[in-house]
């Protein structure tokens, strides 16, 4: 119950934070779109409006403080206004209409997945080739590190018209993009939770005369399985960034990527904001089953009660 309470004070906190933001934001087009209408206004033109901060603005203009929260398109949308937006365009919408945010999120939840398990895939073959081989050890993982250091906005570009130009389009490219920024938790995980049993187990192993397979298949990889988990819930959140970020450069027309974009070119803020709570709720999602699986996995392996 304290949980309960400590959790929704906080939200509290944040949405009445968000709703005095959106005052100072929103005041210099409520007073341009007031001035339009015939409204006296302070200061009277728009030019001495531009000059004037947004908090002295609010100060003469105390009237139009509730328009701030009921523009159509504003530069920061109230909380109600996305939540709305977030109930037209999911519940009040059919899963198959390109209004949908459900539709555009199966869109990128595909790619999401398909990156998601390449991604772990590849990173963990990479943690036992690096744990098991210190020639992989000392020339992969460094490379491993350093890949992350690349701005992924500047790659997937590049990532995108390379895979065009030989023919690969649709999903897959998205897809690589989401192993790229998945794959690399997974190693990191994988190599800690592999290396996590201590000199005297391996010593007990060696005893009985186990060998490396042994030794990985009964010691290494189930003590591993805490720290795998703990990094895929990481990986499948940067995978599903990495989806997004790969429909950008493409001008696609559908999935998240294509929402914020369309409510870019077009200035609609609150379309924007709900594709990227669409997002968070899914990345949300997805984190909350791998704890299931989690739970589950590591309740029948007796590391749970």
Avoid at 68 to 85: G, K, M, N, W, Y
């Amino acid at each position: 119950m304290k949980t309960f309470l400590s959790v929704l004070t906080v939200l509290a906190a944040i949405v009445a934070f968000w709703y005095a933001a959106c005052v100072p934001m929103n005041i210099k087009g409520v007073l341009d779109a007031a001035e339009r209408g015939g409204a006296e206004v302070m200061p009277a033109t728009s030019k001495a409006r531009r000059d004037m901060g947004a908090f002295g603005l609010v100060a003469g203009n105390s009237f139009a403080i509730a328009d701030t929260f009921a523009q159509d398109r504003p530069r920061l949308p109230a909380p109600h206004q996305v939540i709305s937006e977030l109930w037209e365009t999911t519940v009040m919408k059919k899963l198959t209409s390109k209004r949908s945010l459900v539709y555009h999120a199966q869109v990128t939840l595909t790619a999401t997945l398909l990156g998601f398990v390449i991604g772990t895939g590849l990173g963990i073959l990479l943690a036992v080739g690096i744990v098991h081989s210190r020639v992989m050890d000392m020339s992969v993982m460094p490379w491993a590190i350093v890949s992350q250091t690349i701005p992924i906005i500047a790659l997937a570009p590049m990532i995108i018209v390379v895979l065009y130009s030989i023919g690969v389009q649709g999903i897959l490219p998205k897809a690589i993009i989401s192993a790229y920024l998945s794959f690399f938790p997974v190693v990191v995980g994988m190599v800690k939770g592999l290396r996590s049993p201590d000199a005297m187990q391996l010593d007990l192993l060696k005893t009985y005369s186990a060998n490396t397979a042994q030794g990985f298949w009964k010691l290494r990889l189930p003590s591993s399985m805490p720290y795998l988990f703990t990094s895929l819930k990481i990986g499948i959140a940067a995978s599903l960034l990495g989806a997004i970020v790969g429909e950008l450069p493409t001008g696609a027309v559908s999935g998240l990527g294509a929402r914020l974009l369309a409510g870019s070119y077009y200035g609609q803020t609150v379309q924007i904001w709900s594709a990227l709570f669409a997002a968070a709720i899914l990345a949300g999602l997805l984190v909350a089953l791998l704890e299931l699986i989690e739970k589950i996995v590591l309740k029948r392996m007796g590391m749970q009660p």
